[in-house]
């Protein structure tokens, strides 16, 4: 059952939800064909819709027009009292004031009900990354010259040379890496694209997989990445990838495909401290998410600060005697 659902007690009657079915398919459908945003936001906003629709249908809610400011705080106070993380909840209201803004602009609904409840505040998590010393083994193999270890050993040089989500690698086809593989275009969230720079050590993994790639994909396949039988590679086989190689090579941490990520932003932002860059490279829309993503330790900073800033530095007072 879904965060928000609660059974039915006594002897009160669920309302049919029937007609709240039917709006949200009408809303996933202009999601999906006329906003074309990506199959993993869509999927992700239907399980947060369809758990609202079941404590409508709990709380005798039967169509929009009876869902008002109240209802959407009670069922935010739903989430909290199940123990939902304040995260949860402002992605679940999320979802609903997506929801609620397509349905006032295209299905006549009189106000966005929504929009003036929000989520408790989260407490400001850091990113868990690897330490280079920890890493650079784990990279370096060794790896056997299979075509599964070399396809491997690609994703990984990938995530952490060029910084891709997980959606962006297993996305990626054929024509989005570039003639000498120095390039790769990846589609981000809201389907944004951006160009991104790949690294001698990537280029060259790279090269190597795409050399054995033909003895499981066909001509046809455009995927980059793929599996034994051919196909796109599929999420939880790149997760469960790491997690063997993690182990083999005897890596002291969980290794997962966003903790490269956050390896690859905390490292470079370490070395050249230009946040707006990394923000680019992140393909992050608001430049306090990536200060937020990429934990960058304040003695670093501070001492860029101190080296760059014509201004900072300070000038120290003579020892002794006068002042001339």
Not at 15 to 21: E, F, K
Not at 37 to 44: D, H, I, K, R, Y
Request: proline letters at 6%.
């Amino acid at each position: 059952m879904e965060a928000g659902a609660t059974p039915a007690s006594g002897n009160v009657a669920a309302a049919d939800t029937t007609v709240l079915d039917a709006e949200l398919q009408a809303f996933l459908d202009w999601m999906t064909h006329e906003r074309r945003l990506s199959p993993n936001t869509v999927a992700g906003r239907r399980r947060d819709l369809e758990g609202f629709i079941h404590w409508c249908g709990e709380t005798r809610i039967g169509a929009l027009s009876k869902i008002d400011l109240h209802a959407v705080r009670a069922y935010a106070a739903r989430l909290r009292r199940l123990g939902r993380d304040a995260r949860t909840i402002e992605r679940h209201l999320s979802s609903l004031r997506a929801w609620f803004r397509y349905a006032v602009e295209q299905r006549g609904m009189a106000n966005n009900p929504a929009l003036e409840v929000q989520a408790p505040k989260p407490p400001q998590r850091l990113p868990k990354t690897l330490a280079r010393d920890q890493l650079m083994p784990f990279l370096d193999g060794p790896w056997a010259d299979t075509p599964a270890d070399q396809r491997d050993r690609a994703m990984v040089e990938l995530f952490y040379s060029s910084g891709l989500r997980l959606a962006e690698l297993i996305g990626l086809d054929l024509p989005d890496l570039s003639s000498d593989l120095g390039e790769v275009r990846v589609t981000g969230k809201g389907s944004r694209t951006r160009i991104l720079p790949v690294g001698a050590q990537a280029r060259a993994a790279l090269q190597s997989w795409l050399m054995l790639r033909s003895q499981w994909a066909s001509a046809r396949e455009p995927a980059v990445f793929v599996g034994q039988r051919g196909a796109r590679i599929g999420r939880s086989t790149v997760a469960q990838r790491l997690h063997h190689h993690a182990l083999r090579l005897g890596l002291d941490a969980r290794l997962h495909p966003h903790r490269l990520r956050h390896s690859f932003a905390t490292h470079l932002l370490e070395e050249s401290a230009d946040l707006r860059a990394v923000q680019e490279l992140l393909g992050h829309a608001n430049l306090a998410t990536t200060q937020i993503y990429t934990h960058v330790d304040f003695k670093r900073l501070a001492q860029v600060y101190d080296q760059a800033h014509p201004r900072a530095k300070r000038t120290r007072k003579p020892t002794s005697g006068p002042p001339n």
